[in-house]
């Protein structure tokens, strides 16, 4: 070993492989945990540390289109690799296998206080090539139905797509005329045909509190995706197809996304989205808390700290290795 450390190559080789182990650990897809709050169960689509689909219903069935992504690109709140659900071609980390032009519903019924009717959400989101991507609230008055749409946080398009970067929405909330005692959080999406890659989402959260405000009327419709319908030709190979739904609060949230490609869709990183605010809906003496935001510097620091003292003692070695060498090139 210590002709090893004698020969100026191999230092060289050996501070370039430590550089690039810390250069890679900085880019770690950091998040802020979700508050204590949230009525979802499994938010980050994950058991202990393994992909999973626990606490959520594939509509078209188990292990049928809906798939499990685990990746150093995905966002994760803690030192578990990043975990989300996935709809793209191939089956991923277990699940099904996305298909493209077919409609694809994950959702989850969660229980609440009726008499609260002030409803919060946001989500961690990826898409490629999407004819659309959304996620819609339902109320209703038993975990079975029937469901009421009353508001859709997110909706996005191919040409609102995030291009393969991870991107996070504020903290969004409305007001509605009435609480339910259960809600249906509904993720949607599709993609087109001859493409494989759709949309991931996870870190999804959704609370009730009491903190009402104007309230938002139901006024529009889900709106659906512009492109060509699917062939109804193949229909009977495809395990879903959009239902009639009711009405539902238009989307209050369309974020563009930064440069924070995902691994699988694009590169690494995680991106935190300056959306548009919401209108607020509490009263004037109770302003609307703001968001936690993704932790994008938080970790990053931390681990920058590190990467700065790593290259210092590697450099201060090779300053004393090659007076060594100095010397003894003169003896």
Not at 12 to 22: A, E, P, S
Not at 32 to 54: E, H, I, K, M, T
Not at 239 to 253: E, F, I, L, Q, S
Request: proline content about 9%.
């Amino acid at each position: 070993m210590k002709q090893n450390l004698r020969n100026p190559l191999f230092v060289l080789c050996l501070t370039l492989f430590l550089l690039w182990g810390t250069g890679t650990a900085v880019l770690a897809q950091a998040v802020d945990s979700l508050p204590d709050d949230n009525l979802v169960q499994n938010p980050w689509f994950r058991s202990g540390n393994q992909p999973s689909l626990a606490g959520w219903t594939d509509q078209s069935g188990s292990n049928v289109i809906w798939s499990l992504s685990q990746k150093d690109s995905n966002p994760s709140p803690d030192q578990v690799q990043g975990t989300s659900a996935r709809l793209a071609f191939g089956s991923g980390q277990g699940g099904g296998t996305g298909q493209g032009g077919v409609d694809a519903y994950l959702y989850q019924v969660v229980t609440a206080d009726p008499a609260l009717n002030h409803l919060k959400f946001k989500i961690h989101w990826v898409t490629g090539w999407i004819d659309r991507a959304a996620v819609t609230i339902y109320g209703g008055n038993s975990a079975e139905g029937p469901w009421t749409a009353v508001w859709t946080p997110l909706d996005i398009n191919q040409t609102t797509s995030s291009d393969a970067l991870w991107t996070q929405t504020e903290l969004l909330d409305t007001t509605i005329p009435a609480g339910f005692p259960f809600y249906k959080i509904e993720l949607f999406g599709r993609y087109p045909e001859g493409r494989q890659q759709g949309v991931k989402y996870t870190g999804v959260y959704f609370a009730v509190d009491d903190r009402a405000g104007e309230i938002v009327e139901v006024t529009a419709t889900v709106p659906v995706a512009t492109l060509p319908a699917p062939d109804t030709s193949v229909a009977e190979q495809r395990p879903t197809r959009r239902p009639t739904r009711g009405p539902a609060v238009p989307a209050t949230n369309t974020p563009l996304p930064t440069t924070a490609p995902d691994e699988e869709f694009g590169a690494t990183a995680v991106a935190i989205v300056n959306t548009p605010a919401p209108e607020p809906t509490e009263l004037p003496a109770q302003p609307t808390r703001p968001a936690p935001a993704v932790d994008s510097t938080g970790g990053s620091e931390r681990l920058s700290t590190v990467y700065v003292v790593l290259i210092a003692v590697l450099l201060l070695l090779v300053i004393v290795m090659g007076i060594g060498w100095a010397r003894a090139a003169r003896r």
